[in-house]
């Protein structure tokens, strides 16, 4: 599958009564994905098999698993802990991914946008708007990025030579998000896009697409409504990491180039 065109066959279909009636009490994305895995229309498509998540890879795509951290080592690196999130890298942009459980017959994406709001203007100090995308509304954010001295240090050269020299004096850059949210059969999935696909149609296209194709996985057990579903990390990988506590070569798990990141 190539990422980043349009298909005919996604398009939104005009639904019968019977079709309506068949439906799930919770809202979906139309024109395809995101899917839910007991689907049986699933796309067969290569994917990373995270647990509750099963993520879209091919050629420019990079993953990093997201940690929340409870150990660190000598270097201050997160070392274990849970995993809370997937990030996909595509050039210059990238996209967090996060599922977590719903209610069976309402979703939770318009407390949550709300909620985001306030997140936003009240603690973070930015600016947000209400849009409509391609899954319904959606939130696009400003947020005052720091620019403190260790962060600039630590930005390659090129990247850093880009920022003004106004910019850096004021000691932050406003960084634009955007927050897209579907909520599923008992789950909700939400992402959340920084870098240059957030303005550029082409870019965000690319992910768009990539979007549609995640499986969430929501199992049967019960579990109360935003609580985040299980992700564990695929089997080779998870190999991999074993034999690394046995090699000290650093030897890295996935072929192409997924990390281990922090949440903070």
Known sequence: M??????????????SAETAAEAPETGKATGGGPWDAAEDTVPELERLDFGALQVPIGPGIE???N???SEFDAEGNPVNGRIVAITVIAGESSMQLQAL????????????RQELAEEVTQNAQGEVQEADGPFGAELHAMIPAPLTPEILEQMPEEMREQIP???????????????????GPRWFLRAVVTGAAVQDEEQWQFLEDLFRQVVVVRGDQPMP???LLELTLPAEAQQAFDQQE??????????RGPEISEVR
């Open 246 to 255: 046995e090699d000290e070569d650093g030897f890295d798990p996935f072929e």
């Open 63 to 65: 993953v990093q698993v």
């Open 2 to 15: 190539a990422f980043g065109r349009r298909r005919q066959e996604e398009k939104p279909a005009e639904k």
């Open 225 to 227: 409504p935003r609580e």
């Open 101 to 112: 459980a719903a209610p069976k017959r309402s979703g939770i994406w318009d407390e949550l």
């Open 67 to 69: 940690l929340e951290p």
């Open 165 to 183: 020299q106004e910019i850096i004096e004021q000691g932050y850059a406003w960084q634009p998000l955007r927050f897209v949210g579907v909520d």
